[in-house]
Structure formats: structure tokens, C-alpha cells
């Protein structure tokens, strides 16, 4: 993976197909995603349960671009050489699930990922400030993770402080939680070059209607200036 701050659209296969998801995971790519986002949950860290290393595996043969798993699981270090078998490009631990983040960082990006962090919204910025360097990514949630198609809650303010923070570090910042195209130019204006988008990539299409797929990512992407 060649850094750059380009605008990046990682459609979360969350809101996709679950009975088809190569198909999903291609005709996204087709038509225009740029990363492929996997929202991995426990039922104990947040209240859901979906994918297991396993499924994350199968996922990668249908993968061209860069697959980026959210790991919303606690504890998350005896579960990265897993993950990094089924072909994480990027793996993302949030810091609020366990006491030694610096050192899942640090695991991660010794099994050959880039490493992310990921922020919930009570959390603020300055707790990432001593992780900087050991970060590819910080994920700025929008939303209590846990569930898709929620209402976005407006952490520009956060944004904008991580921006200045990370100076010209290569660390991306992603935001994941009710992106579309109203909140879309929000977090790019405050400098985030990530976004997470899952239903509003997915509603009203399908792998037989792809091209609408295509229309809500190229949506968001002219919203946000990119």
C-alpha cells in the first residue's frame, strides 16, 4: 500500500448481501470502491456478532483492492496472527478495548498489517497522542459501534484536532458511522480522507443493479470534493 491522502471510499460489506458476498465484494470494486471495509464483532465488546477469521479468509479471494478489518472485539492481541492469515491489509483495534494498545499496535504491524486505531465518540483525541507513530490509520467513530445505518454524530471538532496532531505523519484518518453524502464533506473539510460508508453505498441496489452502487459511491465522493 502507497500512502497518499487521496479521498478513499471503503464501502462497509456490513449492509451487503450477506447470502452473496463475492458478488458484493466485486461489483463494489467494479464500481468504484476503493477499499473493502469489514466490520468484525464480538457480542461483547459491542452488541453484535458477525465475522470470524474464517469468513474473513474467504472474503480475501474476492478482494483486488485493500481489505481494511475493524476489529470491535476485546481483547483483540491473541486474535491478530489470525487475521493476518486470512489476509487483513489493514487491522484496527479500538483503544478502549484493552489496557495496552501500544503493544497491539506494535503486534499488529509485526504480523505484516498496517496497524489502526480506533476512537469511539466519548473518547477524545488527545488519547491517541502517544500512538502516532506507531499508527497507519486512526478510525474516528461517528456512531456507538455495534450496529450499521445509524444517525451520525458530529465529531468534525475531533477531526480537525487529529489533522493538526498527526502533522505530516502518514497516518490516515478514517471515519466510520452515518457517512453519506450530507455528512461526507463535513469530515474531508475538518481532514479526513477515509470514509466508511455502508448503507449508503448499498441502499437500493444489489449485484443485479450494481451501477446504483456506483451512484451512491460516486455521490458521496462528489459531496466530499474528491
Known amino acids: 500500500m502507497t500512502f497518499n491522502r ?19 465484494i466485486r461489483a463494489i470494486e467494479d464500481e468504484g470502491a476503493d477499499w473493502v471495509h469489514v466490520d468484525v464483532m464480538d457480542g461483547h465488546f459491542v452488541p ?28 483483540v492481541d ?5 487475521y493476518a492469515d486470512a489476509g487483513a491489509d489493514i487491522l484496527t483495534a479500538h483503544l478502549e478495548a484493552g489496557p495496552h494498545i ?7 504491524r509485526a504480523a505484516g498489517m498496517k496497524a489502526g486505531v480506533a476512537l469511539n465518540p466519548g473518547t477524545p483525541a488527545d488519547a491517541v497522542a502517544d500512538l502516532l507513530d506507531m499508527a497507519d490509520l486512526v478510525c474516528v ?14 465529531m468534525t471538532a475531533k477531526v480537525r484536532k487529529l489533522r493538526d496532531m498527526i502533522g505530516d505523519r502518514e497516518v490516515h484518518i478514517e471515519i466510520d458511522g452515518g457517512v ?12 479526513a480522507d477515509v470514509l466508511v460508508a455502508g448503507s449508503a453505498v448499498f441502499r ?7 451501477q446504483v452502487y456506483g451512484d451512491n459511491i460516486r455521490a458521496i465522493r462528489a459531496a466530499a470534493g474528491g
Open 204 to 210: 437500493c441496489g444489489s449485484v443485479d443493479r450494481p
Open 48 to 75: 453484535n456478532l458477525t465475522f470470524g477469521p474464517p469468513a474473513v479468509k474467504a472474503f480475501r479471494k474476492h478482494v483486488t483492492t485493500v481489505m481494511d478489518v475493524h476489529l470491535m472485539i476485546s481483547p
Open 78 to 82: 491473541s486474535f491478530i496472527d489470525a
Open 102 to 108: 501500544h503493544r497491539t499496535l506494535q503486534a499488529i
Open 180 to 191: 453519506d453524502p450530507a455528512t461526507a464533506p463535513l469530515v474531508v473539510a475538518a481532514g
Open 141 to 154: 467513530m461517528t456512531v456507538n459501534p455495534g450496529f450499521g445505518g445509524q444517525k451520525f454524530i458530529d
Open 6 to 24: 487521496s479521498l478513499k471510499i471503503a464501502p462497509s460489506i456490513l449492509s451487503a448481501d450477506f447470502a452473496d458476498f463475492g458478488r458484493e
